[in-house]
């Protein structure tokens, strides 16, 4: 009698049929090629990843070199309103170059004792560069809107308007023929604002131009203390009058801080054709801590001569040994 065996069925169960023979060989070559893949993958992130770092990292020293080139710019211009840039400085890993200009940048002329500082830094062996600007001007104890207002845009708005021009200043005619401002189709070319008064006739009669300017934060200084005023001026005659003599102008000046008023006054003399600058120091009586809150000005054509005459450019400072320098304005320049 034959004996027939039978695979027990737990056993037939767990075999794998034919066509799945080589399947983890298939598996096998899959996981690999996804291995390999993987590892390409990080290994290109890893390198791109550290170039990236590398220019990153370029481009700040890039950047700090181009600032320090400003610093260097403005020392100099301090030392010198004669500075005129320089080419290839070394400093650090790299190099700046700085041209100066002398239009703010909106392509504007700046006004007198100011630059704009135009630093390219550069990193050694390097591609990259950074370009920033500055414009620097003397140190100015007076908020920046109290020229702001007297450099606003010519033809932005007009004496007669209403409301009136936007500006802080408060300005006022007491007699003779007098504009507020010197705007677009003034006297004055090229035209910008600027404090103005006009003397139409011969004789005792004057035009006082007076204007006062309240600080939004006040100015603090350590009394007993001597500050000077700088300041722009003109003073022109119609044709037919000699307009040169020693007191063609009075002007005074005043710093007020709600109780006492500190003031000086000075004779303006047209000695040349043009716009001068002006100089007058006000001393700051008592002791302690004193804060101004005011300043206040008067232009008085003396009588005699038909004239007109300009201020602006105001700079107020302490004073205190070679006039220092600040920063006015600061951009980066992109490609």
């Known amino acids: 009698m034959r004996t027939i065996r039978r695979t027990p069925a737990w056993r037939r169960q767990i075999q794998p049929p034919r066509f799945q023979r080589g399947f983890l060989l298939i598996m096998a070559v899959v996981l690999i090629v996804i291995a390999a893949l993987l590892l390409t993958v990080m290994l290109f992130l890893g390198v791109a990843g550290s170039e990236s770092s590398a220019a990153h ?34 400093f650090a890993n790299g190099s700046f170059t700085i041209t100066t200009r002398t239009t703010d940048f909106s392509g504007n002329t700046l006004p007198s004792g100011h630059i704009r500082l135009h630093s390219v830094g550069q990193v050694a062996g390097g591609a990259a560069s950074r370009t920033v600007e500055r414009i620097v001007g003397p140190e100015n104890l ?65 035009a006082t131009n007076a204007g006062n300017f309240a600080f939004s934060s006040p100015i603090i200084v350590t ?87 300009w201020l602006d450019n105001l ?10 320098i600040e920063a006015k304005d600061w951009r980066e320049v992109f490609p």
Request: glycine fraction near 10%.
């Open 142 to 206: 007076l908020p920046l809107s109290t020229n702001a207002d007297f450099n606003a845009p010519a033809g932005t708005c007009l004496p007669t308007d209403i409301p009136p021009c936007p500006t802080n200043w408060d300005l006022q005619a007491t007699s003779g023929t007098f504009v507020p401002w010197d705007d677009a189709g003034g006297p004055e070319t090229p035209a910008t604002r600027a404090a103005y008064a006009n003397k139409t006739a011969r004789g005792n009669s004057v």
């Open 315 to 324: 700079r107020l400072t302490n004073n205190v040994g070679a006039p220092a």
């Open 57 to 90: 990292s370029q481009s700040k020293q890039a950047l700090f070199i181009a600032e320090s080139g400003l610093e260097k710019g403005a020392r100099e211009f301090s030392l010198s309103s004669a500075y005129a840039g320089e080419t290839g400085t070394s």
């Open 223 to 309: 009394a007993p203390a001597t500050l000077q005023m700088n300041f722009d001026y003109k003073v022109t005659c119609y044709a037919g009058d000699n307009c040169n003599t020693g007191q063609e102008m009075e002007l005074v000046f005043r710093l007020l801080d709600g109780v006492n008023t500190w003031s000086s006054t000075l004779f303006v003399t047209p000695v040349t054709a043009g716009w001068q600058s002006g100089t007058a120091t006000i001393a700051i009586t008592g002791s302690g801590t004193v804060s101004i809150t005011e300043l206040e000005f008067e232009m008085t054509l003396k009588a005699g001569h038909r004239k007109e005459v």
